[in-house]
């Protein structure tokens, strides 16, 4: 596994989040002069998005996001998307959580599996930070945390060989490889099947540096081309016009990693996948890892520091529906599988050590990584790094 892609799989994760909480918080949004006190408005919204890409670009974070390691469990960092979700006034449900990762995962799978050449996931990434920055653009300090950010990804990545960027993309697919979610976007636009599993185009532009499909050459002992043969393909291939821009400013040219939802469209998915893979997965996963002390304690610490925005007086939190009802909301919440409670939203973790126990306690099924051999000397670490955030 490369220790490189923690930092690709969160950010373009994080992007898709706040896609698809952008669109739904505009789609339930009111004019503020109309608005009850328990309703959206765009200020609202735009408090949530602020608040939100302010906690998930702090640069105390990212330094930390961006030291050379392995992945983490899936559980471990659907538990650090609940609480950024929950960075603001915003608040969801545990159904509404679950749609959202749901969502988020299976789009950046279908972007990953759809990349022409290893190289192109960093434009994914490209697209969704240039995304993230139009939702900030009248935020400057928020705005320059999201650049610092880019330099760094520039700096990382753009010496990387092809090589490792495979190692890369293996990586991700490995990480992906049994979330078989279907997601209604997909299906409408065919590029899914009703079991989940992507349909992968076979016509379209060829990786940049490469040639449409058609002719063989033979060439001699010398180097010399001797030989050529065409032959008839299936697909209609094209050559790329330009290379995107891997810089900190230019034309991706890949429209992979931008947004889907700009253009009103539902962000319904059929949960029964979800339901049954992750049940069968914690079913498995029930005797617990001797080595996920450390590791679960370094969570605990993520966990309680991460600053969660406290209304103001008397505001109560927003709550936010992924569901078209809050009927379909409540039917996903009672059906949904023990095994997927992760009972982490809103505890006030670990000021006090016999709090920090009591999360040991709620998460001592947590599937967790090993612990890397320098963690104990570093004393930090990925999920402890919010701390003071």
């Known amino acids: 596994m490369s220790a490189r892609t923690l930092p690709l799989l969160f950010l373009n994760l994080g992007g898709e989040m706040l896609y698809i909480l952008d669109q739904r918080l505009r789609a339930q949004s009111i004019p503020g002069e109309k608005a009850r006190k328990d309703e959206w408005t765009d200020v609202d919204r735009k408090r949530v998005m602020n608040d939100i890409i302010t906690t998930m670009f702090n640069k105390k974070f990212m330094e930390e996001l961006f030291k050379p390691q392995d992945l983490y469990s899936k559980k471990a960092l659907r538990t650090v998307y609940d609480r950024l979700a929950h960075a603001s006034i915003m608040r969801l449900n545990q159904a509404s959580m679950d749609k959202l990762y749901d969502l988020m995962t299976m789009a950046f799978k279908y972007q990953v599996l759809l990349c022409p050449r290893p190289r192109d996931i960093l434009l994914v990434t490209f697209n969704h ?5 139009d939702f900030i653009s009248d935020a400057p300090g928020i705005l320059n945390q999201v650049d610092e950010t880019f330099r760094r990804l520039i700096e990382t990545y753009n010496c990387l060989s092809d090589g490792e960027f495979q190692l890369i ?47 063989i050459r033979i060439f001699n002992h010398k180097g010399v081309e001797v030989k050529r043969a065409e032959f008839t393909t299936a697909g209609n291939y094209v ?37 049954k893979n992750l049940a069968s997965q914690a079913k498995e996963n029930i005797a617990p890892n001797p080595l996920a002390k450390e590791e679960l304690n370094f969570l605990a610490r993520l966990l309680g520091g991460l600053d969660i925005q406290k209304p103001a007086g008397g505001e109560t939190g927003f709550r936010l529906n992924l569901f078209t009802t809050d009927e379909e909301e409540e039917h996903a919440a009672q059906t949904r599988p023990e095994e997927l409670s992760y009972k982490v939203i809103n505890i006030e973790a670990t000021q006090e050590p016999g709090r920090r126990a009591e999360l040991s306690r709620i998460l001592g099924e947590l599937e967790v990584a090993e612990p890397r051999p320098d963690s104990a000397e570093k004393g930090e670490d990925l999920l402890a790094l919010m701390d003071g955030l």
């Open 239 to 275: 050559t790329p016009q330009r290379e995107g821009s891997f810089e900190l400013y230019g034309d991706r040219v890949l429209k992979l990693g931008t947004n889907m939802y700009s253009v009103t469209r539902p962000v319904e998915t059929n949960m029964s996948g979800s339901s």
């Open 169 to 215: 993309r293996q990586t991700l697919l490995i990480f992906f490889q049994d979330m078989h979610i279907r997601v209604s976007i997909f299906l409408k636009d065919k590029v899914q099947n009703s079991n989940g599993r992507f349909v992968l185009p076979i016509s379209g532009p060829v990786p940049w540096g490469t040639e449409v499909p058609g002719l």
């Open 129 to 133: 930070l240039d995304a993230i920055k």
